[in-house]
């Protein structure tokens, strides 16, 4: 069940309407607005949302993030964070939860497995949700975890590891490769191929998912295969590197400009706050395990495909990053969707992007792990 007639051909039009643009010296493939030629403002359908949000806010004065303690902050996040979408898988996929036995404590996981891949052994995509460290549930990306399952014939081990601040870091690290640990180790016994396995994530689950593929590259214990990254925090100290710094004007903007503008400086004002809440002084927030942009060396990691959305704070990092995973001769990917921000994957079954991006994924898997 989708919400709008058109849904159909707009995702359609996504695998048509791209374009291949040079930004400095990474090939990016752009996804252009699926029903429309406007460039420079947001999708339709997210300008729709952003209205609408925008309505519900008003009279609502959103407290100052360094006024709260980090437990109050974090619960007011998580409040708001995920959104009701669709399921557009056509096929059965079973669904099983259970508890995998990790370092520290048991970690909830969801197991999706099509029926096209029942009595094989197929590859696995492990996949861990956004929500800036502190936030997001399994429930949230369900319906698109299914999609890969579905669409890669893939089974994918979706994992609810423990979140901040009650758990600092590394504590949510320790879960997700704990799950990647697990899956290799029993692979047969869920129809798994231990040698195709992926990682995925969006947002903090993004950063989850390529430090899990850094921490098996630096461990020598080569599990994982591919990496699929959806708008990956990469940089969470925020440093300006030699192929990094964050400026407005390297964003396009012809109309939608308070909402657009809204959304970037929003999101870029957080960063600090979310150090607090994951880190907790831990560790250096410039540590590679925190922000692999800042990693030395990112030569050994395995075959990467970097999505981001064009409105975006994180979309300048997440070019970067692919272009620092090139330089270091790790075959990447780059796809960006014109008028998105951030987590539109959230949306599935009303932004067709959100979509296109898990088939994308899926397609990224069958590539990789072709027999």
Same mark, same amino acid.
């Given at each position: 069940?989708?919400k ?12 048509e ?19 429309s ?14 209205? !609408? ?7 609502f004065?959103?407290p =100052?993030?360094?006024?709260l ?5 974090a ?8 959104w ?18 990790g ?15 029942v009595?094989?052994?197929?590859p696995?995509m ?6 800036g ?6 429930d ?8 890969? #399952?579905e669409r890669a ?31 290799? #180790?029993? #692979? ?33 214990t =080569? ?6 990254l ?8 925020g ?6 710094e ?6 396009t903007?012809?109309n939608?400009?308070e909402?657009?503008?809204?959304g ?10 979310l !150090?607090?809440?994951?880190?907790q ?12 942009l800042?990693a030395?060396?990112?030569?050994g990691?395995? !075959?990467a ?6 409105? =975006? ?6 070019e ?5 995973? !090139? ?16 987590a ?5 079954g ?6 296109d991006c898990?088939?994308?994924?899926a ?5 990789v792990?072709?027999?």
């Amino acid at each position: 069940m989708v919400k709008n007639e058109g849904y159909e051909q707009w995702v359609k039009s996504l695998q048509e309407r791209t374009e291949v643009v040079n930004r400095e010296g990474l090939e990016v493939i752009v996804k252009k607005l699926p029903d429309s030629d406007n460039v420079g403002e947001l999708d339709p359908r997210v300008f729709q949302v952003n209205v !609408e949000a925008a309505k519900a806010r008003e009279g609502f004065q959103f407290p =100052d993030p360094s006024q709260l303690d980090m437990v109050s902050f974090a619960f007011m996040m998580r409040k708001i964070m995920g959104w009701d979408n669709f399921d557009v898988t056509t096929s059965d996929i079973r669904t099983e939860a259970r508890m995998i036995p990790g370092t520290d404590v048991e970690v909830p996981v969801r197991i999706y497995t099509p029926a096209s891949a029942v009595g094989k052994l197929v590859p696995a995509m492990i996949f861990f949700h956004g929500g800036g460290f502190m936030g997001g549930t399994l429930d949230v990306v369900e319906n698109p975890c299914k999609v890969v #399952a579905e669409r890669a014939e893939a089974v994918v081990v979706s994992v609810d590891y423990r979140l901040a601040p009650e758990h600092a870091y590394p504590a949510g690290l320790t879960d997700c490769f704990d799950v990647v640990k697990w899956v290799y #180790a029993n #692979a047969e016994s869920i129809g798994v191929n231990r040698e195709q396995i992926a990682v995925s994530g969006d947002s903090a689950g993004g950063n989850l998912a390529t430090v899990c593929a850094m921490k098996d590259r630096d461990q020598g214990t =080569d599990m994982i295969k591919y990496q699929a990254l959806i708008y990956p925090t990469t940089n969470m100290a925020g440093t300006t590197t030699d192929d990094f710094e964050w400026t407005i004007d390297q964003y396009t903007i012809n109309n939608h400009q308070e909402l657009i503008m809204g959304g970037l400086m929003g999101m870029g004002g957080s960063t600090k706050m979310l !150090e607090q809440v994951y880190v907790q002084g831990n560790e250096q927030v410039e540590h590679p395990y925190l922000s692999p942009l800042l990693a030395e060396d990112l030569s050994g990691m395995p !075959e990467a495909l970097v999505i981001s959305a064009e409105y =975006d704070y994180l979309r300048l990092e997440n070019e970067a990053y692919a272009r620092k995973l !090139e330089r270091a001769g790790v075959k990447t990917t780059c796809i960006q969707y014109s008028g998105m921000d951030h987590a539109f994957m959230d949306k599935m079954g009303q932004y067709p992007q959100a979509e296109d991006c898990m088939n994308e994924i899926a397609k990224g898997i069958k590539r990789v792990f072709a027999s």
